[in-house]
């Protein structure tokens, strides 16, 4: 290993946070899954996988920042996933 490569090794060693990290991390709290349809989903992050595919628990449906539907649990195709956000609220509290 060269003395430049060492030096990177040493200066992230432990720090450096992947987004894999993130998502790992994430799992069994509350989210917000928004769809690249505009439609978003709150519920309890059950698991995820490489592509995305995630499955959700007491998810609640928003259209419009509206609330259309609720569902014990959920599957959200990756593909369609234009992000996920972690949320500091519970869902009583409308998350």
Excluded: W
């Amino acid at each position: 290993m060269s003395g430049a490569a060492e030096k990177e090794k040493e200066k992230g060693s432990g720090t450096t946070k992947t987004p894999a990290d993130f998502l790992k991390s994430i799992r069994g709290r509350p989210v917000v899954v928004k769809l690249n349809s505009g439609v978003d989903y709150r519920g309890i992050l059950a698991c995820l996988d490489g592509y995305m595919n995630i499955a959700m628990e007491q998810t609640e449906e928003y259209v419009n920042g509206q609330l259309k539907n609720k569902y014990g649990d959920a599957f959200i195709r990756g593909n369609n996933v234009l992000y996920i956000s972690t949320s500091n609220r519970t869902l009583a509290e409308g998350a």
